[in-house]
């Protein structure tokens, strides 16, 4: 949960569900620094506080499969991905050698790869984590055709509706507000809930309605600014729009993935684009919209045309000045396995990137347990997994670049309030902020 701050890799939680069983939350046990210890070497996993204790368990399994050969050793970085972010660049711009696994967002690979922060993975390595992997996953992992990352896990927003609203999920942005008007006539629930405030899910918006519409925002080799007048007219067309319909919440401009779940167990509203974590806490806090809860793809720009929604998820890169790179590089190889993948899918709810996976039964059938006015009950898990694997195979990487922290902001500055947008002149702002970032210097 993308996909800014840790709502970009959303988790199995919700403010009042109590999550249990197969999500049951444990502290991610680790501590800093540390070494080799009786001739072991010590790898340190710098990587966020996952609270389900999945981490931890990949940190075992690949230790006892190493059998004495290294010990992974895992290290907390916060949960805010900005704050992750900022704590690793001091660290590896300082060349700390004591970084031998790196934790990353899949938008990070191309800025830590171009600095020398993390190393290309060696191609036995690369072989074992690409194999059967998510295309998409692959090239968010991949920086001027090296692999300097492994992909671990992915995620990608959907369309949530309500069965009992609507029958058939719109297919595009334009028939949803259309829809959602009609709802409103008739005094039904009609509330259209997304990400507007200026963050990165206004990039992950952006991105997604301008691919879906046959645009980029750079050029082939992440140098230049693409953004074809048509395409991207179209994108700033849908978000003026769906900001300016009387069916989306007047808090809209300062709207975040938490926000729409919150609104959506209210019961007010018939669509929300959001991660997959609304499913388990609906079903704790909201038993009777999420029997109504039903999902499908991203809607598109073009009827005719499938939806290209922006990846997100996590790599896991070796450390540019680590002492055992390649102890570290076999490592990652051991914890982004398939075993690894499921364990963090059934324990901590975060997709795979094995694509296979998604028609396995350990998590086709997996279940997680919450509880609902005291009683505890059991739902699925992963009900979307087709859903979701249609739209991973078909996904697209945001802008890569080593300055796409600087572009990023670019485009959400640029772009906020949605409502205020005009597709005729923000076109041409829009290019020049972006090529003002790429010109840009400063990685922090």
């Known amino acids: 949960m993308p996909t800014g701050p840790a709502a970009r890799r959303p988790r199995w939680r919700g403010a009042a569900v109590a999550v249990t069983g197969l999500f049951l939350a444990a502290g991610l046990a680790a501590c800093g620094g540390g070494g080799d210890e009786g001739g072991v070497p010590t790898l340190n996993w710098y990587v966020y506080n996952e609270p389900s204790g999945a981490f931890t368990d990949a940190a075992s399994a690949c230790n006892e499969a190493a059998d004495g050969k290294y010990r992974i050793k895992a290290v907390n970085l916060p949960n805010n991905a900005d704050e992750q972010r900022e704590q690793l660049v001091r660290r590896l711009a300082a060349k700390d050698s004591s970084i031998d696994i790196i934790g990353m967002d899949v938008i990070w690979t191309a800025e830590f790869a171009e600095a020398g922060w993390i190393k290309p993975i060696p191609k036995a390595e690369a072989d074992q984590v690409t194999k059967g992997r998510l295309a998409p996953a692959v090239k968010t992992a991949t920086y001027k055709d090296r692999l300097y990352a492994a992909p671990f896990n992915s995620n990608a927003e959907m369309l949530w509706y309500r069965a009992d609203v609507t029958k058939e999920p719109p297919a595009t942005w334009g028939e949803m507000i259309s829809e959602a008007a009609k709802l409103r006539a008739a005094g039904k629930p009609d509330m259209m809930l997304g990400q507007g405030q200026r963050y990165e899910g206004l990039v992950v918006w952006f991105t997604s309605l301008l691919e879906s519409a046959g645009g980029h925002v750079l050029n082939a080799d992440g140098t230049k600014v693409s953004l074809a007048e048509g395409p991207t007219k179209k994108a700033l067309q849908i ?34 684009t959001n991660y997959s974590f609304v499913w388990p806490s609906a079903n704790g806090n909201a038993p009777a919209i999420a029997a109504q809860m039903r999902w499908a793809r991203f809607p598109g720009v073009d009827a005719d045309t499938p939806s290209k929604v922006a990846i997100g998820g996590f790599n896991l890169g070796v450390g540019g000045f680590s002492k055992h790179a390649d102890l570290a590089a076999e490592a990652v190889s051991c914890l982004v396995g398939d ?44 009900p979307y997994a087709d859903v979701i694997k249609a739209e991973l195979k078909d996904a697209v990487v945001r802008p890569q670049t080593p300055y796409y922290n600087d572009v990023a902001l670019a485009i959400s500055r640029t772009l906020h309030p949605t409502r205020g947008i005009d597709p005729d002149k923000d076109v041409e702002r829009l290019r020049k902020a972006i090529t003002d970032a790429l010109n840009g210097e400063g990685l922090l």
Do not use: C, H
Not at 247 to 269: H, I, M, V, Y
Not at 339 to 357: F, H, M, R, Y
């Open 239 to 272: 978000m003026r729009d769906f900001s300016r319909s009387p069916s989306t919440p007047d808090n809209f401009a300062t709207a975040r993935e938490d926000d729409g779940r919150l609104e959506w167990e209210k019961g007010t509203a018939a669509f929300m």
């Open 339 to 382: 075993d690894n993948q499921i364990v963090n899918a059934t324990k901590g709810g975060l997709l795979p990137v094995t694509e296979s996976l998604y028609d396995d039964k350990e998590l086709t059938e997996a279940t997680v347990e919450v509880t609902v006015d005291g009683k505890k009950k059991k739902v699925k898990a992963f």
